[in-house]
């Protein structure tokens, strides 16, 4: 059976960031590069004020290499509005070939993933991805609007208000200095584990995110120790403690250097956000403002980046399905290394 692990040759040349008001006070917040303080972003919508921050992203990523739209030749872009519209709204004004995506919260890596295997491929020589997600616009889509004041159950997640913005190019091609290059990678298979509470996704996502994991470390005859890192996208406290107790199960344990961008990105102690960050844009924000400038002055030699998506819809909960999952992998490594 042909190996499912994608061998990469691609670059990470730049990244930007954009957060609202929550995610500038957690942790990390000096580490993003715009935030809103009403985080509206000057839009007169929540739906608009996503949209603004996919424009913001892709720009500043742009503006950081002093590159103009026409030097991208292909756009991956995803959100978790319905139709993808905060993307296709918010980068509207760039002319450049675009491919709307929706893996749920894997959408970050699945836009890197697909953009590093065109790259690779040969395809193209340089692309984009963008990813966002905004607190008030998935409440409003998925569960109640914000105003309603509708409670958390402990497991519950707070979907982050933030967008991502990468540029990639072709390693042997790129004039740039390189944040960090994507050497493999590993698409995720739909998994249904049974689960059907919206208010828990992270246990929603876990199965599938070891399912990938374990596909990855099998096939590429690797394990937990020959990575620095291994940074899942937002399973949160809850799906995060699942993903080690299956893995310990399979006999591959990843506690000592596991990480997951749903608990990076706000202080449990601190901030009311129950079991953790949740939302596409979590992983974008994390990986973009805290993990790649990491592997970009050689603090991580190597890492395993995985993104996961709870597939699901309002109606689909409605009619009594389950909540499949999917995780989306890619192995990051350090110019440094």
């Known amino acids: 059976m042909p190996s499912s692990v994608f061998s990469l040759r691609a670059a990470v040349i730049s990244a930007a960031t954009v957060v609202g008001r929550k995610e500038h006070e957690g942790p990390l917040g000096a580490h993003f590069d715009f935030f809103s303080q009403s985080d509206r972003f000057g839009q007169a919508t929540w739906e608009g004020a996503e949209a603004e921050m996919q424009r913001m992203a892709l720009s500043a990523a742009l503006g950081k290499l002093d590159m103009q739209p026409k030097d991208v ?3 991956f872009a995803g959100d978790l509005q319905n139709q993808c519209v905060g ?15 929706y893996g749920a919260c894997s959408t970050c890596a699945e836009s890197l993933l697909l953009a590093a295997a065109m790259i690779s491929a040969g395809f193209t020589e340089t692309a984009a991805a963008v990813t966002s997600s905004h607190n008030a616009v998935a409440e409003r889509q998925f569960r109640f609007p914000v105003e309603y004041g509708g409670q958390r159950p402990p497991t519950g997640q707070w979907t982050v208000t933030g967008a991502g913005g990468f540029i990639l190019r ?7 200095p390189p944040m960090a290059y ?3 990678g590993m698409p995720g298979m739909v998994l249904d584990a049974g689960i059907n509470d919206a208010n828990n996704m992270g246990a929603a996502m876990a199965p599938s995110a070891a399912d990938t994991l374990l596909r990855y470390f099998k096939e590429s005859e690797t394990s937990a120790e020959d990575y620095d890192l291994i940074v899942t996208g937002d399973l949160g406290w809850e799906g995060g403690s699942i993903l080690c107790d299956l893995m310990n199960s399979e006999g591959y344990p990843i506690e000592t250097n596991y990480q997951d ?11 009311d956000t129950h079991g ?3 939302g596409c844009g979590c992983s974008a924000v994390v990986l973009g403002s805290y993990l790649l400038p990491r592997l970009m002055r050689g603090k991580i ?3 395993l980046f995985m993104a996961t998506g709870a597939l699901m819809s309002p109606d689909s909960l409605k009619q009594g399905n389950a909540i499949p999952g999917v995780g989306h992998l890619l192995c990051l490594e350090s110019p440094c290394h």
């Open 73 to 75: 030749q292909l756009l």
């Open 87 to 101: 993307s296709a709204y918010g980068l509207l004004s760039y002319d450049i070939p675009y491919f709307g995506l």
């Open 170 to 176: 072709q390693a042997e091609a790129s004039i740039y």
């Open 182 to 184: 994507v050497t493999a």
């Open 261 to 271: 961008c749903g608990r990076l990105i706000f202080s449990k102690n601190t901030q």
């Open 276 to 278: 953790g960050g949740s």
């Open 301 to 303: 030699k190597k890492m």
